[in-house]
């Protein structure tokens, strides 16, 4: 069985940083998990393997977001706040 932990995050307009991203789709490896407004910003993947992983996220409107993220095993990684950018530049 693979060691596996936990990662949380807030997503927000970064042009206006107090303002919650609406609506996102967020995927490291096979996990995948959607926010909707009732969220505010806020998401949680539960279940993630172990090691150096890729975090993506999109969001209509939203250029995609695309980072590396460390993930240890029955621990929680905090990305903190994450701006994404308009594709119009607004």
Not at 37 to 58: C, M, N, R, Y
Request: aromatic share 4%; net charge negative; glycine share 10%.
């Amino acid at each position: 069985m693979t060691d596996r932990g936990r990662v949380v995050g807030t997503l927000v307009n970064a042009a206006h940083p107090t303002e919650p991203l609406q609506t996102a789709t967020i995927q490291i490896g096979l996990q995948v998990t959607r926010i909707s407004p009732a969220d505010k910003g806020s998401f949680h993947l539960e279940g993630v393997p172990t090691g150096t992983q890729t975090v993506q996220i999109s969001s209509p409107g939203f250029n995609t977001y695309s980072a590396p993220v460390v993930v240890r095993k029955d621990e929680t990684t905090e990305l903190s706040v994450i701006g994404l950018t308009s594709q119009t530049g607004l």
